[in-house]
């Protein structure tokens, strides 16, 4: 194997530290200091909480860390701790991973749009979380139905088995950007879960188990990609302000420009 098929391999095993570090952030407030250092010297990660990953880590150490959560704390808490470090991971992606320009264009575009811009940077970025995993996201053109994203392979789901959707950590962090940067009201739901045994049904995504999340509008009457929402102040002119932005974003336009001539889906 070359260095660089290697390297590939080693990568696809592994995913960003948030899903570990932001448990330790938000779980002490839930469960006590003590608590939180015997669910993870339980999970073999006490090393984690001594000093934070700053590195990607292995998909299974995830894995293990929200297994123990779910085995200790129960299906509802540890459901409610995912969620938090959901949160505190989208909220930390936007503090430091995602360009404040980019931000800014997104919030004056047009809700079907920005959901469109965004999910393209959210395909070019899956390696960082879905590690072995595959990515897919599907958004059907202006006026129709909702957004929809899976996760093949997900690393929190891998040869486990529970009774109700056990992916609240990747839901709350899909909904924290999409509500942040698309439109306020956007919900996320996870629609079916691996750990569940739940199949894909679109024959598109063929039909292997996987995590299954769709964003939505808690009004019926409006769905995030474009029906019933207008575009906020100054959207239709989104495009040609990066164009004229003087600091020459090109790569910004570039993505921008390549989103709009893409199909949808």
């Not at 779910?70 to 995602?98: C, N, P």
């Amino acid at each position: 194997m070359s260095s660089l098929a290697a390297d590939r391999a080693d990568r696809a095993g592994r995913i960003g530290p948030n899903a570990i570090t932001r448990v330790a952030q938000v779980l002490p407030a839930r469960v006590g200091e003590r608590a939180t250092a015997a669910l993870f010297e339980a999970a073999g990660l006490g090393g984690y909480l001594r000093q934070p990953p700053e590195q990607m880590v292995l998909e299974a150490e995830v894995r293990r860390l929200h297994e123990t959560l779910r085995e200790r704390l129960g299906a509802a808490q540890a459901g409610e701790v995912g969620r938090a470090a959901g949160t505190a991971t989208g909220d930390y992606l936007l503090a430091h991973r995602i360009p404040r320009p980019l931000q800014t264009v997104l919030r004056r575009l047009p809700a079907w749009l920005a959901a469109r811009v965004l999910l393209a940077a959210i395909r070019r970025n899956a390696w960082t979380f879905v590690g072995s995993g595959r990515f897919s996201a599907t958004q059907p053109g202006l006026g129709a139905g909702g957004v929809g994203l899976a996760i093949r392979g997900n690393p929190l789901c891998v040869g486990q088995h529970a009774e109700v959707p056990a992916c609240d950590f990747y839901a709350a962090v899909f909904e924290r950007l999409f509500a942040v940067l698309v439109h306020p009201q956007a919900r996320v739901r996870e629609v079916a879960c691996e750990a569940c045994g739940a199949d894909i049904a679109d024959a598109r995504l063929e039909a292997v188990p996987a995590t299954r999340f769709c964003i939505d509008h808690e009004q019926e009457a409006e769905t995030l990609v474009g029906e019933g929402i207008d575009a906020p102040s100054g959207g239709a002119d989104a495009v040609d302000e990066v164009r004229r932005h003087p600091s020459g974003k090109a790569d910004l336009r570039w993505a921008l420009e390549r989103v709009l001539a893409a199909p949808p889906g």
